[in-house]
Structures are given as structure tokens and as C-alpha cells.
């Protein structure tokens, strides 16, 4: 699909740490919800597993599965919005995650895309993705978050 | 020169702050498509778009022959982080303290203290 047909955001961080150590702040539940406003993640992290986000209380924000997988470098993530009912109306997204090593830090690439001209969905998620990123950046690297609450939430 | 460094400088320009006002408003334009819309050569918008690349303000991401650029607001979030969200926040304590001070006041005084019988 051509890029006008499509929706999509990219978002890069470079984060001083190594790529196994970003991997696991990616996919370890403990890990997440300290930089990801308590949000818990569900998923055997391999090729097809299922794969859930979930507010503290326990219910679903976003489900999908694990399209592709390769540690520590890249993993793709079917995304489908399961709290909003206009976003969960899009269908799903594609979420790709890529990790490089660039000197003495890890260039982290988050592609966020869904094959529609305009998409509410990932207007929503733009506003998310820069303050998870900065939290996870800043607790890699000094062991703190800036950002405790979702505006959003 | 330091990330935050580059960072500064890449937002000191006009020019590149219209570059990110275009990509902010169309994002995953190609070079041609950004240079149709600028008042600047097209080596100008090179030059511009590398030091935007350097400061990780624009990410490219090539697909096919094609290098589209993307605005990258994850440093402008930093910098928030950083320079902004913590000196707002004594302010917005300062006027709340303020607001609830006036209010209580407000409440025990209907009338001016002077005019009031002993």
C-alpha cells in the first residue's frame, strides 16, 4: 500500500543502554508499568502469542498479537484498540519496534501505522507515544521517571 | 557538541522551525514535496533537513528509492520534560495557594473590615 493510503507516525529515541537491557524494559511487565503509567502487558513474547494491555484494574486497553519477533532487534505487534469504540471501529494497527546499537546508546524506532488516509487512531496514540518514550529513556538512564499520570487517562 | 546542544540549535532557525511546521502539518514528505512548499533552494532544505536529522528532530525512513522525513517530537517532549514541566509546576502551586487564600478570605468578609461594627 502506497503511503498516502496509509496512516502512520515514527518516533525515535536514543537511549544510553544496551540493546539486551532495552529489550527487556520492552517486555518485561514490572519493567512497563513504570513507564508506561501502570499500564500491564500480557504476551509469551514469541512469533503468534497473544498479546494485551491492560489498565491496573485489569481491564483491556489494546489487544493483538505478535506478528514478528527477533530479540534484541525487532518485534511487530498487530494492535488493536479495545477501549474506545470510534478507535476500536478503525481496526488494527501495525506497531513496529526496532532496536540498533549507535556508539555507546541504542536507537529505539517505534513505527506506528494502520491503512487508512486518516486515522483517529493514530492521532490518539501520537499523543502517547513521546511521553512513554521519554519516561522509558529517562528511567534507563537515571533510574527515574518524569512523568507519573496519563493526561489521557 | 552535547544532544541537548544539537537540539537548541536545530530549534534556533526559522527556516527549520518552518520545515518542522510543514512536516508538523503533512508528515512523511519527501525532499521535492517539501522543497514545492518552501521559500528555500533545495540544497538550502538538505542542509536544514540534516541538522533537524542530527538533533533527531526528523527520522527517515526509506521506503523504496524514496527517503521520507517524519517529525520526531520525542526531543521536544524531552525538553519539556526538562526546561518546562518543572518550573510550571511551583507556579501553578503558587496561584492555587492564591486562589484558595482569596476564596477563604472571601467567604469570612463580605463586607470591608473597616465598615464592619466592633
Same mark, same amino acid.
Do not use: F, M, Q
Given at each position: 500500500m502506497k503511503a498516502a493510503h496509509r496512516s502512520h507516525f515514527v518516533y525515535v529515541t536514543f537511549i544510553r543502554t544496551t540493546p539486551a537491557k532495552l529489550w527487556e524494559a520492552l517486555t518485561e511487565p514490572q519493567f512497563i508499568r513504570q513507564y508506561w503509567f501502570n499500564t500491564t502487558v500480557e504476551c509469551g513474547w514469541k512469533k503468534g502469542s497473544p498479546w494485551k494491555m491492560n489498565r491496573p484494574d485489569g481491564s483491556p486497553t489494546d489487544t493483538g498479537e505478535i506478528l514478528e519477533i527477533?530479540? @534484541?532487534r525487532r518485534m511487530v505487534i498487530r494492535w488493536q484498540n479495545e477501549w474506545k469504540p470510534e478507535l476500536k471501529a478503525e481496526g488494527p494497527s501495525r506497531c513496529t519496534i526496532e532496536l540498533e546499537p549507535v556508539d555507546s546508546a541504542v536507537k529505539l524506532t517505534i513505527t506506528h501505522e494502520i491503512d487508512r488516509p486518516v486515522s483517529e487512531f493514530i492521532k490518539a496514540v501520537s499523543g502517547g507515544w @513521546?511521553?512513554?518514550l521519554s519516561?522509558?529513556?529517562s528511567l534507563l538512564e537515571t533510574g527515574?521517571?518524569?512523568?507519573?499520570?496519563?493526561?489521557?487517562? | 557538541m552535547g544532544d541537548a546542544d544539537l537540539l537548541f540549535k536545530a530549534l =534556533?532557525? $526559522?527556516g527549520r522551525r518552518k520545515l518542522m511546521d510543514r512536516l508538523h502539518a503533512h508528515d512523511g514528505q519527501a525532499l521535492s514535496e517539501l522543497c514545492r512548499h518552501l521559500d528555500m533552494t533545495r540544497q538550502g532544505v538538505t542542509q536544514h533537513l540534516a541538522v533537524l536529522e542530527a538533533a533527531n528532530l526528523v527520522a527517515v525512513q526509506w521506503r523504496g528509492r524514496e527517503k521520507l522525513h517524519f517529525l520526531n $517530537?520525542?526531543?521536544l517532549q524531552e525538553i519539556y520534560d526538562r526546561w518546562i514541566r518543572k518550573f510550571e509546576r511551583p507556579r501553578l502551586k503558587a496561584l492555587?495557594?492564591?486562589?484558595?487564600?482569596l476564596e477563604e478570605h472571601g467567604e469570612a468578609t463580605p463586607t470591608a $473590615? =473597616?465598615?464592619r461594627t466592633p
Open positions: 527477533d530479540p @534484541p @513521546p511521553r512513554i519516561n522509558l529513556k527515574e521517571v518524569a512523568i507519573t499520570s496519563h493526561p489521557g487517562h | =534556533a532557525d $526559522p $517530537p520525542v526531543p492555587r495557594d492564591l486562589k484558595r487564600r $473590615p =473597616a465598615r
